[in-house]
Nanobody, 118 residues
């Protein structure tokens, strides 16, 4: 059974930092692209950052220079380091795993809340 478990969310003041983690089980982790998405109330879910199986990365323009995605294949864990947080970063953040070549092998975590407020 595939599981993605996020952790590390919380309440932080503007300018603060959080490190989100996504622990995977039940998949051959190194074959998956790992992504972080977020969804704010009343808004569509958007892709924040993705790290492919080859280590290449892409970021949402509004988080470039502030967020860093990484992965530790031996630990089957993906990370999102978030720095210089802004109130507009407030959202539920979801982890996604997508196989690099097999259609339909696409999994989601339950989400972790990030709230940026003074």
């Amino acid at each position: 059974q595939v599981q993605l478990v996020e952790s590390g969310g919380g309440l932080v003041q503007p300018g603060g930092s959080l490190k989100l983690s996504c622990a995977a089980s039940g998949i051959s982790f190194s074959f998956y692209a790992m992504g972080w998405y977020r969804q704010a109330p009343g808004k569509q879910r958007e892709l924040v950052a993705v790290i492919n199986s080859d280590g290449s990365t892409n970021y949402l323009d509004s988080v470039k220079g502030r967020f860093t995605i990484s992965r530790a294949n031996a630990k089957k864990t993906a990370y999102l380091q978030t720095n210089s947080l802004k109130p507009e970063d407030t959202a539920v953040h979801y982890c996604n795993a997508r196989h690099r070549s097999l259609a339909g092998h696409d999994y989601w975590g339950q989400g972790t809340q990030v709230t940026v407020s003074s």
